[in-house]
DNA sequence: TTGTATGCGTTATCAA
DNA sequence: TTGATAACGCATACAA
């Protein structure tokens, strides 16, 4: 960092190799940290490194090395839908943080077509990416299983609807929601209800399975009047507790919503009907970030790790493209609830 | 597209060249579309490029070009806030719209810090990135005056808080306000609250600007207890709102919030108080995408262009990357009214 | 442990 | 209008 007035600055690799006094291939040894180098000239080739503020040049040395240095955040998602979903958030400052450590550049693609579909792949193909991250994609969305048919370099950032060999990081949602319907009914609840997510989705799914698991284990009888659906967004969240509050027969007691944002939709609905939380509904949901503690009331929910889960799957993805043969691994975190006041 | 089975894939403009018996010179000046290319030459080449599948090495063009066709897309925000803001979605979609269509790579960054900021003029110094778009920075953000002081290329956002030779894009957000405010003085309001953003973003101060110019324009005073200030998160919303209900003695009976985000958590404290909008109180927002559309009840809000907004910013950076002696442009949207039936 | 020489795939210069 | 040829900056096989 430190480097006097008067030093030019080095651009290339030759010039350190002349100002330190070697050849360029030290120079190079020293860089990628080969061990056959010699104490005095690393020290050196250090030394000048530090004085020209020397740094090489990425387009030279991915023409040879045939690595660019940079991973694709794919969001594979109509409409990016995810961008307003603190989930989103948290997973860009989970990669994000890993990323910028290694001086790796995150290039952002959005595929929501066919064609971006074709796009990515020929950019991993062409070698433009390393790798892929995979954020949040549906069931029907194809660019998993063509990645891996290609061997591909890529990691999900959710299970993958049909199993396929790929790596990704994951939330144990129906334990989870299990967990939250437990809650619901250790609290003397009876009548819970739940606004779900799109069954196209595995976090969709699960979340409703829990929430039946929870309802048989207790004895209590799954009522469809009670179950709403929504697709993750605040609105969506909205509608389906209007739907539940005007199909009912009496108001539930309970309330589980299967995500955040959703909940704050929910929220909102129960507010304007005059439901008091948790005097009249007792409500847990799933929490991927923030908006579970802007709720208000404030919500007891299922913690997701998010950050960390997306800094995981980052190193291994990093991983994979460092060493193509390593193994697929498949990471669930176990839920664990965060009581606020709610619920 | 098409290219027939025995026919093996050429990855080098060598092997494109030999395939269409011209030199390599030719074929890449067909793929730049050099105008010193004769037809029948052109067209062999184009051929067997269709052929052969061919597509050029990113790496080596950049190795002589100086150009890697990436521009950086720099969140310079504590603690992306920005990402759960639907604004920031709307950016997103605006930037890769334009920017996948060059076939140009949108790097994500985070600028949190200092060392994040040197790390960005690091980027652009070292021909890592061509140029870089700044989406929403705080008044004490350094980068876009850094980014002048090194002629190096770049676009805001927003308008930028002290003058400086950048361009940017952004909506007349004084006259946005005073539209808002004069509406609900129309509608008979007298008592008008305003959720007002941070003052030390432009967006802030030119929204509370705007709400005072359309009082007094109106001869009606301006009561500081009638004003709460957020941070444009929903959950500041809220609160600011709170503030102003339990400040006054009594309650507003028109609302003008700063955004659409703390729009949603007014309502949100207004549907808790059980006053009525807009029986009670006629509530007009700021809209930057979606989120007033789910507003309940449906918000009048003056509309921001946001995506269009971001799809001339890129344009103008890219221009600018293309032509650096090229002019700093500010393109101001004006302010239009999105009736919906609050208000 | 070090240095020399070659090649990565393009674009750009120059001569033809 | 075309083609040889020389960079671009780096990593690496090989020789020393």
Known sequence: MVRSVDTPRAHTLEEVAVAAGVSKSTVSRVINNSPAVSRTARDA???????????????????????????????????????????????????????????????????????????????????????????????????????VEEALPAALSARPVSPLAISYVDVDSVAGAALAVTRLVEGGRRRIATVAGPQDMPAGQDRLTGYRQALHRHELAVDPALVGYGNFTRSSGAQAMEQILAAGTDPPDGLFVASDLMALGALAVLAERGLRVPRDVGVVGFDDSTAALEARPPLTTVHQPVEQMART???????????????????????????????
């Open 45 to 147: 080739v250090r030394q000048t490194i530090a004085r020209t503020g020397y740094r090489p040049n990425r387009a030279a040395r991915t023409l040879v090395t045939r690595r660019t240095g940079s991973v694709g955040l794919i969001v594979s998602e109509p409409e990016g839908r995810v961008f307003s979903d603190p989930f989103f958030a948290s997973v860009v400052r989970g990669v994000t943080d890993v990323v910028s450590q290694q001086d790796i550049q995150l290039v952002l693609v959005l595929a929501n077509d066919e064609r971006a579909h074709r796009q990515v792949l020929d950019y991993l193909r062409d070698g433009h990416l390393d790798g892929a991250l995979l954020i949040s994609s549906h069931a029907r969305d194809p660019l998993p299983r063509m990645l």
């Open 313 to 343: 799957l980052t190193l291994t993805l990093l991983d994979r493209i460092a060493d193509p043969g390593s193994p697929v691994t498949a990471r669930i975190y176990p839920p664990r609830l965060v009581v606020r006041e709610s619920g």
